[in-house]
């Protein structure tokens, strides 16, 4: 099992970057699928959460109405959409799945990408 995690770079605040992360997962519509992040100095926290079909999706407040999680269960890719960026949402960016309930919780994930660095510069 593979996840590849690309799109993050270097971006003014008020920019938008669209990352993405492809995945070699058998029966990858069977997974839910999340990104976290985790900044200089700080724990790995959730960003966003979408269910096997693409339905449900939750948000940590902080990014809430500014990224939109997606994924495309044929070319078994997650995406997140981030737009109005922010200085403090610099961070390495990380995507992974677990192959059962939906959780926030880092530590209850099954498979990690390697992560993409998103720098926002003021």
């Known amino acids: 099992v593979q996840l590849q995690a690309s799109g993050g770079g270097l971006v003014q605040a008020g920019g938008s970057l669209r990352l993405s992360c492809a995945a070699s997962?058998?029966?990858?519509?069977?997974?839910?699928l999340a990104w976290f992040r985790q900044a200089p100095g700080k724990e790995r926290e959730f960003v966003a959460i979408?269910?096997?079909?693409?339905?449900?999706?939750r948000y940590t407040d902080s990014v809430r109405g500014r990224f939109t999680i997606s994924r495309d269960n044929v070319k078994n890719t997650v995406s997140l959409q981030t737009n109005s960026l922010k200085p403090e949402d610099t961070a390495v960016y990380y995507c992974a799945a677990r192959g059962s309930t939906y959780s926030e919780n880092q530590y209850e994930y099954d498979y990690w990408g390697q992560g993409t660095q998103v720098t926002v510069s003021s």
């Open positions: 997962i058998r029966d990858f519509d069977n997974y839910i």
């Open positions: 979408i269910g096997r079909s693409g339905i449900g999706r």
